[in-house]
């Protein structure tokens, strides 16, 4: 069965950092691209930054520069570094594949106050 567990979500101020974790079971996990995706209250759940299989990663315009997508296969694990976060990036963040085929998890909300 597979599953993904989101965590290192929180409550934090406008210019901080952040480290998101997502745990895979059940899949041979260094053989997936993996992404990070976020759905704010009121709209449409957006991709945020992917990483391949290989390790090569690609990230949406408004986080470039700001966040990293890395992974450690040997953990079944994709991160997710956030730095200078901004109000607009308060949403749910949950991980899937890429593209997203797999279940979702329950996600982490990352809450960023100005």
């Known amino acids: 069965q597979v599953q993904l567990v989101e965590s290192g979500g929180g409550l934090v101020q406008a210019g901080a950092s952040l480290r998101l974790s997502c745990a895979g079971s059940g899949i041979i996990f260094r053989l997936i691209g993996m992404g990070w995706y976020r759905q704010a209250p009121g709209k449409q759940r957006e991709l945020v930054a992917t990483?391949?299989?290989?390790?090569?990663?690609n990230y949406a315009d408004f986080v470039k520069g700001r966040f990293t997508i890395s992974r450690d296969n040997a953990k079944n694990t994709v991160y997710l570094q956030m730095s200078s976060l901004k109000p607009e990036d308060t949403a749910v963040y949950l991980c899937?594949?890429?593209?997203?085929?797999?279940?979702w998890g329950q996600g982490t909300q990352v809450t960023v106050s100005s």
């Open positions: 899937n594949s890429r593209p997203a085929g797999l279940n």
């Open positions: 990483i391949t299989s290989g390790g090569s990663t």
